[in-house]
């Protein structure tokens, strides 16, 4: 578990990709409203937008990190620098989420 209100670590999100495998499945990393990250995989044939819709605690998500591309996974979890981007865009990014409505898409890491 990680939560963007309790000072996340890299070591906290790297558990996160780490528990998913790349091969397998596309995936989603989003945040809740309460500063909860996760990272989910999506249906074969599961528009981005569709997973938003059936996710009504969504405050914020990535765009999806489709399989077979090295996103998600043990390997990925390893790439410090990665999972570093990642936690610093969230970071930046949550307080001025945290009290917007709706769903805000983060298409570039900072």
């Known amino acids: 578990m990680m939560n963007l209100n309790n000072q996340p670590t890299i070591n906290e999100l790297a558990q996160l990709f780490a528990a998913r495998k790349d091969s397998l499945d596309s995936h989603i990393l989003w945040v809740c409203t309460s500063g909860e990250v996760h ?3 999506l249906a074969p044939f599961t528009a981005e937008e569709e997973f938003e819709q059936r996710t009504p605690n969504m405050r914020a998500r990535l ?3 489709r399989r ?3 996103y998600v996974g043990k390997k990925a979890a ?3 620098a990665f999972v570093g981007q990642v936690l610093q865009t969230l970071q930046a ?6 009290n917007e409505s709706g769903v805000k898409v983060i ?4």
Not at 93 to 98: C, E, V, Y
Request: no cysteine.
């Open 68 to 70: 077979g591309h090295g």
């Open 107 to 110: 298409d570039r890491l900072s």
């Open 78 to 80: 390893a790439d410090t």
């Open 63 to 65: 765009k999806m990190y």
């Open 39 to 41: 990272i989910d995989t």
């Open 93 to 98: 990014q949550w307080p001025d989420l945290r």
